[in-house]
T-cell receptor
Framework: GENVEQHPSTLSVQEGDSAVIKCTYS??????FPWYKQELGKRPQLIID?????GEKKDQRIAVTLNKTAKHFSLHITETQPEDSAVYFC?????????????FGTGTRLLVSP | DSGVTQTPKHLITATGQRVTLRCSPR?????VYWYQQSLDQGLQFLIH???????AKGNILERFSAQQFPDLHSELNLSSLELGDSALYFC??????????????FGPGTRLTVL
């Protein structure tokens, strides 16, 4: 089945710096890749997603890139702010899961210091 | 607010007991997914229901079961509880068209503590 690996597990940056989180997936038929942000004790919230027919998507300070050939996708956060501190999860969904479920990465704890 | 509701917010019980967690999906969503998140862990997929039918199973223990009712709300039943079952349980919902890249929206979760 699908396997999603996420790196790094923790990431510390200074306010204003950029942060990059990378994920790789195993199922070449995967076609949907969302990113969720989870603050402590709260629910995961969708922050951006990308479908396999595009290579990049931006939403203000957040961007996601997808390389289907290499089977990896990345989250880029620019001009980080302390409120960006949270755990970020990538996920993938595709044919080998019958498109029925998301397979999540193990999460990246982002700490933005003022 | 995602539009997905879960009750109760917190649940404290003893080992060996049985509990029921409830989830109401967003209006119009036909799919409900259940996830377990242990302390400082990732999201483990448990089970998916679409319009009342089970569609996919993940790492769900035999002591756990779920169902989706005609009004589309779902319940997750956990029995013979063990200390290791203590976790946050999330449900998520989506429009649920098979094969579609539809977005999952998460509820606020139920925090289960087994003593």
């Amino acid at each position: 089945g699908e396997n999603v690996e996420q790196h790094p597990s923790t990431l510390s940056v200074q306010e204003g710096d950029s942060a990059v989180i990378k994920c790789t997936y195993s199922d070449s038929a995967s076609n949907y890749f969302p990113w969720y942000k989870q603050e402590l004790g709260k629910r995961p919230q969708l922050i951006i997603d990308i479908r396999s027919n595009v290579g990049e998507k931006k939403d203000q300070r957040i961007a996601v890139t997808l390389n289907k050939t290499a089977k990896h996708f990345s989250l880029h956060i620019t001009e980080t702010q302390p409120e960006d501190s949270a755990v970020y999860f990538c996920a993938a969904k595709g044919e080998n899961t019958g498109f029925q479920k998301l397979v999540f990465g193990t999460g990246t704890r982002l700490l933005v210091s003022p | 607010d995602s539009g997905v509701t879960q009750t109760p917010k917190h649940l404290i019980t003893a080992t060996g007991q049985r509990v029921t967690l409830r989830c109401s999906p967003r209006s119009g969503d036909l799919s409900v997914y259940w996830y377990q998140q242990s302390l400082d862990q990732g999201l483990q997929f448990l089970i998916h229901y679409y319009n009342g039918e089970e569609r996919a199973k993940g790492n769900i223990l035999e002591r756990f079961s779920a169902q989706q009712f005609p009004d589309l709300h779902s319940e997750l039943n956990l029995s013979s509880l063990e200390l290791g079952d203590s976790a946050l349980y999330f449900c998520a919902s989506s429009v649920g068209l098979a094969g579609a890249t539809d977005t999952q929206y998460f509820g606020p979760g139920t925090r289960l503590t087994v003593l």
